[in-house]
Every structure is written in C-alpha cells, then in structure tokens.
C-alpha cells in the first residue's frame, strides 16, 4: 500500500525556519518526481515545489524560490523541504506527493499525504 | 505562466443531478490536465489524468473532456458522497499550477 506521511511542521516566526520531511512506503520511491503542495487555511490548492527521482531537476513557485529548498534521500525513501526565511503567507498545509500515475509524457500527483500545518506568526 | 480559470467557483445541486466544471487555460496545455476531488479536511483525490482517462476506482458517473485550454469535468447522477470541492491542475510546464476550486454543495 502506497502511504506519504509528512512530518516537521508547527508554529515558527516570521524569519525561522523549518524542515519538512516526507517518509514514502509501498512503492519504488527512487523512480518517481516528488511534489509537495500547499493549502493555507480555508483557500484552494497551490503548488510549491517539485523534484525528480534522483535529485538532480528541481522547480520552484516564484514565492519561495531561493527560500525553500527540496531534496530527498532514496536511500530513506523520504523527501524533505527546507524552508527558510518563512513569511505569513507561508502558513498552510503542505502535502507531498508522488508523481506515481504515469503516461508516456507526464506524472500525475496521487497517493497524497495527510499533510503537515506549517504556521507562521509572532 | 499558465493561469487556470475554473468556473463556476461555487455550485449548488441535488442528488441526482448532472453537472459539469470547466477549467480554462490562459495557453494550450495539451490535454495534461488532471481533476482532484477534495472533501472537507481530507487530502486531495486524483479522479481524472491527461484531461479524459478515469483513475482506477473512480465511479464512471465522473468523467473528464476537453483539450487545449478548455476542459469539462462531468459528474453524472451526483450522489451525496460527491459533494466537495474539485480542482483542475495543468501538468504542461512548471509551475504547475491549480484552479481556485470549484465548491459543490447541496441544494
């Protein structure tokens, strides 16, 4: 069975800095992208970062590019998310997930953790 | 980057009901779409990929049309466990990006 559990979020303020990790199990996590997204309370879904299999391509929404960092360890099976210099509007539930339904051309996200509620407040 | 308009952002239905979600792209994504349902305070579920196909154990009252930069999410016979949000997700190029949601309620 295919399971994503997150951990590392609480309460930090503006300027800290918190690491996210995401422990994957029941597949080959070596062969897929890896995506962590974000809910801020009561608002849609968006998308912050992603990472393929061996960590050498990764992308980033503009709102964290150079504050925020992913990388991931095959051998743990566990992605992590570096996050610094965190602001207000970073507050949100982060979910990772991996890129596991495949075409010929994409990875689609499924199998998405139960997230983890990063908080930034003085 | 590709910004992706759904509409409408809420709707009201009853048991029994068709009804259809439209997410527009601001360029041509091809059909890398997918559609996610999301109950309230669960995690999201991926219910169509590559804009058409049915992800295994998906209901076949939901199905998933469209190319481009328009596209159709169809729930037919909406049954009380479909009530929730569905957003879209461009996969064509980073960043990827979501729709704000389209929020289905009961009338």
């Known amino acids: 069975e295919v399971q994503l559990v997150e951990s590392g979020g609480g309460l930090v303020q503006p300027g800290g800095s918190l690491r996210l990790s995401c422990a994957a199990s029941?597949?080959?996590?070596?062969?897929?992208?890896m995506t962590w997204v974000r809910q801020a309370p009561g608002k849609g879904l968006e998308w912050v970062a992603s990472l393929n299999a061996d960590g050498s391509v990764e992308h980033y929404v503009d709102s964290v590019k150079g504050r925020f960092t992913l990388f991931r360890d095959n051998n743990k099976n566990s992605l992590y998310l570096q996050m610094n210099s965190l602001r207000a509007e970073d507050t949100a539930v982060y979910y990772c997930a991996p890129g596991i339904v495949l075409t010929t051309t994409r990875a689609y996200l499924d199998y998405w953790g139960h997230g983890t509620l990063v908080t930034v407040s003085s | 980057d590709i910004q992706l308009t759904q509409s409408p952002s809420f709707l009201s239905a009853s048991v029994g009901d068709t009804v259809t979600i439209t997410c527009r792209a601001s360029q041509g994504i091809t059909s890398h779409l997918a559609w996610y349902q999301q109950k309230p305070g669960k995690v999201p579920k991926l219910l169509i990929y590559?804009?058409?196909t049915l992800q295994d154990g998906v209901p076949s009252r939901f199905s998933g049309s469209g190319s481009g930069t328009e596209f159709i999410l169809t729930i037919r016979s909406l049954q009380p466990e479909d009530f929730a949000t569905y957003y879209c997700q461009q996969l064509n190029g980073f960043p990827l990006t979501f729709g704000g949601g389209t929020k289905v309620e009961i009338k």
């Open positions: 029941g597949f080959t996590f070596s062969n897929y992208w």
């Open positions: 590559a804009a058409s």
